[in-house]
Every structure is written in C-alpha cells, then in structure tokens.
C-alpha cells in the first residue's frame, strides 16, 4: 500500500508575472491543508519579492534578478547579481520543488536549485519545451482546463491526491499603516450601506471593457434592489478617469479609491461582500479572498481565467462576427469594436447577476 511521505520544506518556482504569480497562490492553499508544518519557499523576480512574501503561507520568498540579466548581460554587475540570487537559492536542498511556470527562465532556476524530486509539466503541455530537461517528475496537464487548475492539478498528481481541492482564501501580511488606511476608506460616509461592492472597471486592453454607461446603469440597478454602495478602485490613469464618470452618476453611494499596494487592495477587498470586474488582475486577486465575485468577460474565457469555485460568477458577451476560441480572441488588440463585450446592455448584465446572487452564489457562466 502506498505511504505517502511527509514533506517538510518545499520550493515553488514561479518567477513572474504578477497576474500569473496570483493565480498560482491557491497551491500555497493546497499545500498549507496537506502539510500544515511544511515550511514553503518561493522563487520570484526581486520586483514582486514583496507580493510573494505578504502571502501567509510563505516562509521566505527567494529573489532573484533574472530581468536584469537579460537586459544587461554584458555588464560584470548583472553577473555579479544573478550569483547572488542563485547563492541564496542554493542554501537550502528541498524534499520537492514544483516549477509551476515551464519555460525557459523558470528551467534556469530550477535546474540552479537544490531538491531531493524536482516537478513539472510534461513535453505535450509544458510552455517552453527544453523545461523538461531541468525537471525529473513530469505530468501532462490539460491546457484548456482554469489555469488555477492547471497549476493545482500539477501538485496534486505529484501526491496522488485525486479529490477536488478546496479554496478557502487567505489575507495578506501587511503593515499597520495599511490596515489603517482600510479602515479609513470603509469609514468613508458613502459606504455606509449593508452591502458594499468593490467595482474594478479597467483592464490593460479597451476591449475588455464594458462602457462607463452600461456599468452605471447595472450599478444603478444594484444599488436600487440591494441597498449597496460602491468601492470605485483603479490602477491606470485612463482607469481613473472611466471611474470618474460613473462616480459622477452615482450621488452618494460611491467613493472613487486611491492606488493602493497589492497587500492593502487584498485585504480592503476582503472586507466587502461583493467584487464586479473584469478579466483583469482584480478578477484574479479576488481569487485569494473569500469575497464573490461576478465579472464579465468578452475575448477571453472565464473557464480559463475566472477564480475557481462556486462564490466566483461570470456573464460572457457572445461575438457577433462568429469567431470562436478555447482561451484568448485572437483579435482581442486588434478588433474595432470589441462588441462581445460592449453590446451588452445594462439590463442583460443585472438579469445575469441576480439570478446568480438569488440563487445563492451558484458557480459556472452564462453566454449571452
């Protein structure tokens, strides 16, 4: 009969970028349920060294300054940094390390690290294909399958482990100047309501979005039948500026939030009963909290990207050129009108979201 082995230190490897780091953090979930003592370390670029260490579950986040190599490798300084980074990696030698991000850069890494099985994806489903040769244990993934999943499903083969996981959600460290600042912004006068929702609108491509006008009037809606105010939050200042023109129709029941880090957005997400986004890295942080969440997509899949389990809803715009896709429109910068998304009326997103919020959370997506 097999015996599974305790795992007292384990390595995850996942460099960057910021939106995949935060969708690989429900294996930190994963692996702090199985192996509540394991101490848990986690590679990452310097600049998201912060990110990855306000994770509760994280012992040490390792840096590592890969982006200044590849742009300075001619340069003695870059050298002399990137065997610094690779000196600290090395200090320890790990019972399992899971390269979660199979590329080029994350072989690198892993190959440099010190662990007793080292694990990650297989030749049919790894992202860059000399991955494998820094790898001794490899599984093949469904690449269509929620990329959390993807990354879940990795580890829980490793262990032999075949029930769904569970996502339980977590807060992340931070300081007390931020738990100040959360505290001020829920004091705010407009939010004094029993239902407050966070309301992150942006997204890095104009076709993600839908208009200022169709929000304000879903919102509207919500305010109406729920009692509910509303947590405008942004990131860019063409962001901010879209927030402006919703908060100027909504009287007294929105307040437009300030840039906040990723640690104080967390944690003020984590306070509010409800977040409305899109496909964007607010839908994907939404993901570590217990919050629901609804968010509507256009160009890109919620079956992918959507958080997983049943507090996490999404409403889909149909194309109306026909075009089809497994995980990303293959027009989703170039497309002229964006009208997946950006017909939808305010009135076909309200009836999608009530009869999900009615009916008590459930999970899955509608095409509209």
Known sequence: MYKEPEFDSILIVKTSALGDIIQSFNVLDYLRQKFPNAAIDWAVEES????????????TAIPLDLKGMKKGWKSLSAWKSLYRSFS?????????????????????????????????????????????????VRFEIPRQMNIRLQHLLLVQKFFRDEEPAEVQGVRFKM???????????????ALQTPLKVMVCPGSKWANKQVSSETLTQFLLRIEKELNASFLLVWGAESEKAYCEEVHAKLAQKSCIVDRLSITTWQNLMSEVGLLIAVDSSALHLCGTTQTPSFSVFGPTSPDIFRPIGPR??????????????????????????????????????????????????RPASRIN
């Open 175 to 189: 300081s007390e100047p931020e738990r100040q600042k959360v505290d001020g912004i829920l004091k705010h006068p």
């Open 312 to 361: 996490h809803f999404s409403l889909q715009g149909r194309c109306p050129y026909g075009r089809t896709f497994d995980k990303t429109c293959p027009v989703l910068r170039s497309c002229p009108t964006g009208a997946c998304i950006r017909s939808l009326t305010a009135d076909e997103i309200f009836a999608s979201f009530i009869q999900w919020w009615g009916a008590g959370l």
């Open 48 to 59: 998201l060294v912060s990110l990855v260490a306000s994770h509760p579950h994280v012992r």
């Open 88 to 136: 600290h990696l090395r200090q320890k030698c790990y019972d399992v390390l899971f390269d979660l991000q199979g590329n080029c850069k994350s072989a690198l890494v892993t190959s440099a690290a010190r662990a007793k099985t080292k694990v990650g994806f297989g030749y049919r489903s790894v992202r860059e294909k000399p991955n494998i040769f820094s790898t001794d």
